[in-house]
């Protein structure tokens, strides 16, 4: 398992979302994208406290990954998502019931 690590969000650049974060170890800064900070309610901003794991980026580079921001919350889980379950459920039957009446002959 990863640690997590503890920073402060040195610079951000919204409009192409990533920044750096200095590290409160004192260490190199650490590259954040957007990516790494999913399902917030909002973007974070300069001097945010960062909680984040490091990771190796393809290019050899230390990058945040599994990222969240200090006192902020997540997105909660939308109930109207299963409201659209039961809702194309309930289509489904009375299409099925309308075409079973249909050809057995109780609609003409």
Same mark, same amino acid.
């Given at each position: ?8 969000? =040195?610079?951000? =650049?919204?409009? *192409? ?8 170890? !004192? ?9 790494? /900070? =999913?399902?917030?309610? *909002? *973007?974070? #901003?300069?001097?945010?406290?960062? #909680? ?21 919350? /997540?997105?909660?889980?939308e109930p ?17 019931? !309308?075409?079973?009446?249909?050809? !057995?002959?109780?609609?003409?």
């Amino acid at each position: 398992m990863a640690i997590e690590t503890k920073g402060i969000l =040195k610079t951000w =650049k919204d409009d *192409r979302g990533f920044g750096f974060i200095k590290p409160d170890d !004192g260490s190199d800064d650490i590259f954040i994208h957007i990516s790494a /900070l =999913k399902g917030f309610v *909002r *973007r974070p #901003y300069r001097g945010d406290v960062i #909680y984040y794991q490091v990771e190796q980026s393809d290019d050899g580079k230390s990058k945040a990954v599994n990222a969240r921001i200090e006192g902020v919350e /997540l997105y909660a889980e939308e109930p109207a998502s299963k409201l659209g379950v039961w809702l194309s459920i309930a289509v489904i039957i009375i299409f099925a019931t !309308g075409l079973g009446l249909y050809f !057995g002959g109780w609609i003409k």
